[in-house]
């Protein structure tokens, strides 16, 4: 008799069901699996063959084998065996449904850290840990259940958005390109309205970068209240009184909750201020006046020519939205929107998925850097990620020491995956595809009503 809440698809000799995807236990406990689903009531009652604990490797799965169906994904999960069929897709989808958003969420916060150490590659500097926090919004597919829940965003006279979208805000430790805590909302809300529920994962010692659309007197009185520090971009017009200037061109200067407080000089936060302009006509922001803020007072051992360029580490935050939504789950012929669920919990549980699949990939390539004594950013990570793809069926799991032998032959591999230097790159705030013309397609188009007549039956010949 089979035991009750047992998967009934055949083991191999280690007992796993989804052995191809073995290599993914180095970074992904199955032990940690087991809990969350426990934590979250997912135990299976009775026998089948898609349990919560395969459907977790499976939606984990999808992360990386983004450019797979569903039933795909399941097939390229599990070694070949003769006369075995594979589960349709509908199964597959339902068995998704039931495991939910709650355990793919839990299996993300336990398994999610930052990962550099003081001797990383371009983690700290003076030995504050760099982290930087940024929002992204992402389409998700046009149906009426996620139109409902994350609504559109508006353009103008042209009516609302092609596609519903969510907003995704999220840290990310810089030196390792690691997003270690996110937070997904509708679209209309504000990436501001988002920031303070990440902030309990910043730990003292951190510096945190910003651009200016995040700034507020609360938040950053709560910010450095943690033992956090700040390096952000402020809107030229924030009123910045001088108090004493510095060696390095900066200055001290107070923030004040409101203008009241600020005639009855109460309630001040001390803040160093860098104002700049750039002269070179090629740049994005010639001429402009750029301001820093941060609560790094001391321009001896913080010097303004550091904390200038220093600020730009914030664009390695950008550069992950880039690994997502480029490299790792682009668009497609098949995959119009950036995700693929069609209901809202599908579309969370997609987003932690690919976000723990992100973070498998950048484990990797952070455990191949440090064994090769190489800075993160010298390594390839679309290449790394098209490794992993190839080499996961490969992975040798008989016993340790072919394990092992497999792995250190991935790290390897991955090492080689290098690229030249950053170029002395030109960014100018333009796109190439502006508008067509086309009518705008509006909500009275999404879901017209059925034909009454077929073809034939409209034809009406002209004389």
């Not at 559109?152 to 805000?169: C, D, I, M, N, S």
């Given at each position: 008799?089979?035991?009750?809440?047992?998967?009934?698809?055949?083991?191999?000799?280690?007992?796993?069901?989804?052995?191809?995807?073995t290599?993914?236990e180095?970074?992904i406990?199955?032990t940690?699996?087991?809990?969350?689903?426990?934590?979250?009531?997912?135990?299976?009652?009775?026998?089948?063959k898609?349990?919560?604990?395969?459907?977790?490797?499976?939606?984990l799965?999808?992360?990386?084998f983004?450019?797979?169906?569903?039933?795909q994904?399941?097939?390229?999960?599990?070694?070949?065996?003769e006369?075995?069929?594979?589960?349709?897709?509908?199964?597959?989808?339902?068995?998704?449904?039931?495991?939910?958003?709650?355990?793919?969420?839990?299996?993300?916060?336990r398994?999610?850290?930052?990962?550099?150490?003081?001797?990383?590659?371009?983690?700290?500097?003076?030995g504050w840990?760099?982290?930087?926090?940024?929002?992204?919004?992402?389409?998700?597919?046009?149906?009426p259940a996620?139109?409902a829940?994350?609504?559109?965003?508006?353009?103008?006279?042209?009516?609302?958005?092609?596609?519903p979208?969510?907003?995704?805000l999220?840290l990310?430790?810089?030196?390792?390109?690691?997003?270690?805590?996110?937070?997904?909302?509708p679209?209309?809300?504000?990436?501001k309205?988002?920031?303070?529920?990440?902030?309990?994962?910043?730990?003292?010692?951190m510096?945190?970068?910003?651009?200016?659309?995040?700034?507020?007197?609360?938040?950053?009185?709560?910010?450095?209240?943690?033992?956090?520090?700040?390096?952000?971009?402020?809107?030229?017009?924030?009123?910045?009184?001088?108090?004493?200037?510095?060696?390095?061109?900066?200055?001290?200067?107070?923030?004040?909750?409101?203008?009241?407080?600020r005639?009855?000089?109460?309630?001040?936060?001390?803040?160093?201020?860098?104002k700049y302009?750039?002269?070179d006509?090629?740049?994005?922001g010639?001429?402009?006046?750029?301001?820093?803020?941060?609560?790094?007072?001391?321009?001896?051992?913080?010097?303004?020519?550091?904390?200038?360029?220093?600020?730009?580490?914030?664009?390695?935050?950008?550069?992950v939205?880039d690994?997502?939504?480029?490299?790792?789950?682009?668009?497609?012929?098949?995959?119009?929107?950036?995700?693929?669920?069609?209901?809202?919990e599908?579309?969370?549980q997609?987003?932690?998925?690919?976000?723990?699949?992100?973070f498998?990939?950048?484990?990797?390539m952070?455990?191949?850097?440090?064994?090769?004594?190489?800075?993160?950013d010298n390594?390839?990570?679309?290449?790394?990620?098209?490794i992993?793809?190839?080499?996961?069926?490969e992975?040798?799991s008989?016993?340790p020491?072919?394990?092992?032998s497999w792995?250190?032959a991935?790290?390897?591999?991955?090492?080689?995956e290098?690229i030249?230097?950053?170029?002395?790159?030109?960014?100018?705030?333009?796109?190439?595809?502006?508008?067509?013309?086309?009518?705008?397609?509006?909500?009275?188009?999404?879901?017209?009503?059925?034909?009454?007549?077929t073809?034939?039956?409209?034809?009406?010949?002209l004389i």
């Amino acid at each position: 008799m089979t035991q009750q809440g047992r998967c009934t698809i055949p083991a191999d000799e280690s007992g796993r069901i989804l052995d191809r995807l073995t290599a993914l236990e180095k970074v992904i406990s199955p032990t940690d699996i087991r809990q969350v689903l426990e934590e979250t009531g997912r135990v299976n009652s009775r026998a089948c063959k898609l349990t919560h604990e395969v459907m977790m490797w499976i939606v984990l799965a999808m992360g990386i084998f983004t450019n797979l169906p569903i039933r795909q994904v399941f097939k390229q999960s599990r070694r070949l065996r003769e006369f075995e069929g594979t589960p349709c897709r509908s199964a597959l989808c339902v068995a998704r449904q039931r495991l939910g958003v709650a355990p793919v969420q839990r299996l993300y916060e336990r398994t999610i850290r930052t990962l550099a150490t003081p001797d990383t590659l371009g983690a700290f500097y003076h030995g504050w840990h760099l982290v930087a926090v940024d929002g992204t919004v992402l389409d998700v597919p046009d149906t009426p259940a996620n139109d409902a829940y994350f609504g559109r965003p508006t353009a103008g006279k042209r009516g609302a958005g092609a596609f519903p979208q969510l907003r995704k805000l999220s840290l990310v430790e810089v030196g390792t390109h690691v997003e270690f805590a996110v937070k997904v909302a509708p679209c209309h809300v504000s990436e501001k309205a988002l920031l303070p529920d990440l902030l309990p994962h910043l730990k003292p010692g951190m510096l945190l970068l910003w651009d200016r659309g995040f700034f507020s007197y609360n938040l950053w009185k709560d910010v450095i209240s943690r033992g956090v520090h700040l390096l952000v971009r402020v809107s030229q017009s924030l009123h910045l009184k001088p108090i004493r200037r510095l060696s390095d061109g900066s200055y001290l200067a107070k923030l004040y909750r409101n203008s009241y407080d600020r005639q009855k000089d109460r309630k001040g936060i001390l803040v160093r201020t860098i104002k700049y302009t750039l002269n070179d006509p090629q740049r994005t922001g010639h001429n402009e006046e750029h301001t820093l803020l941060t609560d790094l007072l001391d321009e001896i051992n913080y010097p303004a020519s550091d904390l200038i360029p220093g600020y730009h580490w914030r664009w390695e935050h950008e550069l992950v939205f880039d690994e997502q939504k480029t490299h790792q789950d682009p668009q497609r012929a098949s995959k119009p929107a950036h995700l693929r669920s069609e209901t809202p919990e599908g579309v969370f549980q997609e987003v932690y998925a690919l976000s723990l699949s992100h973070f498998v990939i950048r484990y990797f390539m952070f455990q191949a850097a440090r064994a090769s004594g190489l800075d993160t950013d010298n390594l390839s990570f679309t290449g790394c990620f098209q490794i992993l793809k190839c080499r996961l069926p490969e992975c040798d799991s008989r016993n340790p020491q072919s394990f092992q032998s497999w792995y250190e032959a991935l790290l390897a591999e991955i090492s080689r995956e290098r690229i030249e230097p950053r170029r002395n790159r030109i960014n100018p705030r333009v796109i190439k595809r502006k508008m067509k013309n086309w009518r705008k397609k509006r909500p009275e188009h999404r879901h017209p009503p059925a034909l009454k007549k077929t073809f034939m039956e409209s034809i009406v010949m002209l004389i």
